[in-house]
């Protein structure tokens, strides 16, 4: 498959700069997608380097690169530990995430991620998952439905969103791009229109995946794993997810409360690398506009 038909990655080398890689070091892209970060950092590993690069997605297993240094892991990267205990690794220089979803999943209509094209409401990065967006849609009590929307979407017509999901379908069961995007327009005014359906259908994929917390996890566990001086390089979408890394890498938890000891000296497991938050240059987002609302954060261990 041709990479620049599954993803162009975003903040490329400024990312993969940010791992300050050693050559002989051992490296994760917990996010494969098209492969674009981690052909980056074979690049720069010597011949005893090893990367490790995870993705649930199966589409992504078309795009493993022939390399005996690379090792590919079909899992959600919320596993991380698990994996890299099972290939006898317990700690690592360098981790990366890209937590975009790829152009891939944009454009393929078949998997729903999108409100311009026409298709099933799935949104599962893993096809093998059981529950899809239309289920939520159709299952979901009227005020679950209400704080997705709010909280995941950072909608402010939550509520009244979530009223007219819970009438549409005691009349029609949900299960197309067509169907939500009727449900929808009331709230999508012209002027807005695409920022809100966004917002929806982000807040239905973020559910879907278990996108937050799969990322708390996977960062909890990357700090576990990297040696002192071994850096993570997190590039997000969303201020959901910058949030996130923003708060764990300043203070070591999701509610960036600085822990402090007895003596008042600042208890942190990282020292941020770029105290301000690294986005595409103007070229980058003119070639790659799906680029545009990339951040990059970069940390190392302390």
Request: avoid cysteine; glycine fraction near 6%; proline fraction near 4%.
């Amino acid at each position: 498959m041709d990479l620049k038909i599954y993803h162009i990655p975003a903040l490329l080398q400024e990312s993969v700069d940010g791992l300050n890689i050693r050559p002989d070091g051992v490296y994760v892209d917990v996010t494969f997608g098209g492969g674009g970060h981690s052909k980056e950092i074979l690049k720069r590993l010597g011949g005893n380097g090893r990367l490790f690069s995870f993705d649930q997605d199966e589409d992504a297993y078309q795009n493993i690169i022939p390399d005996p240094r690379f090792i590919f892991v079909k899992s959600n990267f919320r596993f991380l530990k698990n994996f890299l205990r099972y290939h006898r690794v317990d700690e690592v220089d360098g981790i990366l995430a890209d937590l975009g979803v790829s152009s891939h999943h944009f454009d393929d209509s078949d998997r729903g991620f999108s409100f311009r094209l026409p298709g099933d409401l799935d949104m599962r990065m893993n096809r093998q998952a059981r529950k899809t967006a239309a289920d939520i849609l159709n299952e979901y009590p009227e005020e679950k439905l209400s704080d997705i929307f709010f909280f995941f979407g950072e909608l402010k017509q939550a509520r009244k969103i979530a009223a007219a999901v819970a009438a549409y379908r005691r009349s029609k069961k949900i299960g197309s791009v067509s169907d939500f995007l009727e449900i929808m327009k009331p709230f999508a005014f012209r002027e807005k229109e695409n920022k809100t359906l966004a917002q929806a259908f982000q807040a239905l994929r973020i559910e879907v995946n278990d996108e937050l917390k799969a990322l708390e996890e996977m960062l909890f566990q990357g700090m576990q794993l990297l040696k002192p001086g071994g850096r993570f390089s997190v590039i997000s979408y969303h201020s959901l997810e910058d949030r996130l890394v923003k708060f764990f890498f300043k203070a070591g938890n999701f509610e960036g409360n600085i822990v402090k000891d007895f003596y008042g000296n600042r208890e942190a497991p990282f020292e941020l690398i770029n105290r301000k938050v690294i986005v595409p240059t103007e070229e980058e987002q003119a070639n790659n506009p799906r680029s545009r609302s990339a951040k990059l954060r970069i940390a190392e261990k302390i």
